[in-house]
């Protein structure tokens, strides 16, 4: 689909350093959301492997902003941002230590994050259900400069797949044909008040994005292997159209008390709390070898 080169196949090497950095992000989250007292830590826990995997092997990221052969990157999940926030850190865009300046007043790390601080972001967001249009305005703007060789990849949340503009936007991409556009969602089943199934079901998402026109595939959003692989996928596989990958995940992944607990979706730990999780994580990380 692109002319770009895909990252070599996953040695047993390459898998320990994403899990490594996956573990990194993790902690990451678990200080940011704790040190500013508020925040989201379930949904990016959740997503510390695919960021991983995105970043280090798939997104054409710079360190240096705006460069104009960059990959687009939306981020329409807004409130994940922690998890974005720490690897665009860990790739060297901004010091680490800026992470602990997360959400406080004047910092370029906002609760929800704007293109006019953070420029590796492309989106303000924080409204949901608005990136996939952004994302399909983008394509197209690559499509009217002549296709030139970069990639939009929208990241998404299953909560927000309940917000219309979602599915003009998924029309659209199709109309479009929009073979150059990559989403993601973060299918962990759980919104702000509780599982997706109880507060307004879903349906078979799989089904809904293909009937409307989309190449769809599903994977394990903590299987590194299956993460590559759909990443792969989605970038090399032919078809003129938009393409969707469903991760499915686990809200707080690596932390016990967090997992699959709609409680963890906003709320920060406590001092006890943090201290518990980053325990866990050091243990996971030890496993890792
Ligand atoms: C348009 C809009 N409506 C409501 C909200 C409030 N809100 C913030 S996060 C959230 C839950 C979204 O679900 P999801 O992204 O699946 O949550 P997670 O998996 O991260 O827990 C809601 C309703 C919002 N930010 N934007």
Known sequence: MSERSLPEPLTPDSTRELALLANTIRQDIVRMVTKAASGHPGGPLGLADIYAVLFRRYLRFYPEPNKPDRDRFILSNAHVCAVAYSVIARMGAIEV?????FRRLGSRLQGHPSPLYFPWIENAGGSLGQGLSFGVGTALANRL???????????????ECQEGMTWEAAMSAAHYRLRKLIAFVDYNRIQIDGHTDDVMSLGDLHEKFKAFGWLVRDADGHDLMAIDDAFRWAVETDGDAPRMILFRTILGKGVS???????????PPSEDQCEQAIAELEAARAAIG
Do not use: I, R, Y
């Open 257 to 267: 008390f967090m997992e699959d607990n709609p409680k963890w979706h906003g709320s």
């Open 97 to 101: 230590e800026e992470l602990d300046t």
């Open 145 to 159: 400069d002549g296709e030139p060789d970069w990639l939009t990849w929208v990241a998404m949340s299953d909560g």
